[in-house]
């Protein structure tokens, strides 16, 4: 009684739930109405292609094809590596706010690890957009805040420029890159890069007084080079992001999904409908229950107890030998073993 109860409450929600999440999507993926020449920046390929992809059909990316792939991917890790280092370097070096007002430091150094993830590993699951700029973005959210509390020591920032041992950045930087990792880990969104960034935010002087002004400047670097990682992976026979979110139609209705929310919704019913009739005749009386013995209930007819037991009479042998002249099969040991047993105590 309670389980059903428990049902009747939780599955209300759940279909709720699958309902909203299911209106939230898209009817189809927009980025095919895009031309192709577009819509591969954003990872988009036609579900006919398949890897290696056609470059951009002009030279002198169409020269591509007479090279190996593997020369390929070489050329563009080291293009694409340069090029991003050189445009974090530049927008926080060169006359912005990050250099004027913040005063960064001309790149936060995890972004170099990330370079070769981003431009080398581009099939990597930890090098999609989703845990590259969160992944970052994240640990030094954490780092920073844990940091802020060991700052409330004046002290602390002067413990970093020499080389002491001083308990409080020996365990903050400990401390602020493994809750940085659980934190990636918490929001699936783990980028092994990510945690120098936290613990950047721990032990590195120019990070410590950059304070929180750090993650605006982590968010930035993190979607220059996201950027230029959507240019230069697309321009030849490889294909970057995979995806965005997560593997497979994440914002896209699938028409699968449909039929499948049809099947569950109707498997749903029909458990709720076989839990009434069992709650029912749980607590029909047992005078009612009597009388509809016997009775025929959706074309069937029901056995009663008198019936069954006559026919498990009829079927049991008349002595020991009946049971073991049988055809061979027809008993089991188990039974043979029973029979036994009754006929020596009787």
Request: glycine fraction near 6%.
């Amino acid at each position: 009684m309670q389980r059903v109860n428990e049902n009747e409450k939780g599955r209300p929600i759940q279909k709720r739930a699958r309902s909203t999440l299911h209106h939230l999507k898209f009817r189809r993926d927009y980025r095919a109405d895009l031309p192709l020449i577009i819509s591969r920046f954003t990872g988009y390929r036609p579900s006919n292609a398949e890897p290696p992809y056609e470059p951009l059909p002009f030279p002198p990316f169409t020269w591509l094809k007479n090279i190996p792939l593997r020369l390929e991917v070489w050329l563009f890790a080291w293009v694409g590596a340069f090029g991003g280092i050189l445009l974090v370097e530049a927008i926080m070096s060169t006359s912005t706010a990050f250099r004027d007002i913040y005063h960064t430091p001309t790149i936060i150094t995890s972004f170099g690890a990330s370079a070769v993830l981003l431009f080398g590993v581009i099939e990597s699951p930890v090098a999609q957009p989703r845990n590259f700029v969160l992944g970052h973005f994240i640990s030094a959210l954490v780092g920073t805040a844990i940091t802020r509390l060991w700052v409330l020591n004046g002290s602390y920032q002067g413990y970093l420029e020499n080389t002491n041992f001083h308990p409080s950045t020996f365990i903050n930087g400990g401390l602020s890159m493994a809750t940085s990792l659980l934190a990636m880990l918490i929001t699936g969104t783990a980028h092994p890069p990510a945690g120098a960034t936290g613990l950047n935010a721990a032990v590195q002087t120019q990070v410590v007084t950059l304070s929180w002004r750090y993650l605006p400047t982590i968010l930035a670097s993190s979607l220059i080079m996201l950027g230029w990682a959507l240019i230069i992976n697309n321009v030849g026979r490889r294909r970057y992001p995979l995806h965005w979110w997560a593997p497979g139609a994440t914002f896209v209705r699938v028409e699968d999904d449909l039929e499948l929310e049809k099947m569950e919704e109707g498997e749903i019913e029909r458990e709720e409908i076989e839990e009434g009739e069992l709650e029912r005749e749980s607590t029909v009386a047992p005078s009612e229950r009597l009388s509809e013995e016997g009775k025929p209930r959706d074309g069937l007819r029901r056995t009663s107890s008198k019936e069954m037991r006559r026919e498990s009479v009829q079927a049991e042998p008349a002595s020991l030998e009946s049971a073991i002249d049988a055809t061979p099969g027809e008993f089991s040991n188990r039974r043979l073993s029973s029979s036994r047993e009754r006929y020596r105590l009787d």
